[in-house]
Nanobody
Framework: QVQLVESGGGLVQAGGFLRLSCAAS????????MGWYRQAPGKQRELVAS???????NYADSARGRFTISRDNAKNTMYLQMNSLKPEDTAVYYC?????????WGQGTQVTVSS
């Protein structure tokens, strides 16, 4: 079972930026399409961005043009660069496989954007 550890969240003002990291254990990471997800209070978890093993990327409409997903397979790590943050980006951010079945979810990293 792969373990996922998210980090890099914090409190930032609107218009600011953050870079999230997702560290994965094991050797299978490099073969797997991955995604960044977020869950705001009272809302369902949603997919924000994804990246395939071949580095093709896709973004939710809310993230496109502001967020950039990337990965370093040599480090078993995935990143989410978030620019021009908005209060509506406030959520707990998680990483996991793009496709089911998911690995066990990590604790996530809290992103709070103040207006």
């Amino acid at each position: 079972q792969v373990q996922l550890v998210e980090s890099g969240g914090g409190l930032v003002q609107a218009g600011g930026f953050l870079r999230l990291s997702c560290a994965a254990s094991g050797t299978i990471f490099r073969l797997i399409s991955m995604g960044w997800y977020r869950q705001a209070p009272g809302k369902q978890r949603e997919l924000v961005a994804s990246i395939t093993s071949g580095l093709s990327t896709n973004y939710a409409d809310s993230a496109r043009g502001r967020f950039t997903i990337s990965r370093d397979n040599a480090k078993n790590t995935m990143y989410l660069q978030m620019n021009s943050l908005k209060p509506e980006d406030t959520a707990v951010y998680y990483c996991n496989k793009l496709n089911r079945p998911f690995w066990d979810w990590g604790q996530g990293t809290q992103v709070t954007v103040s207006s």
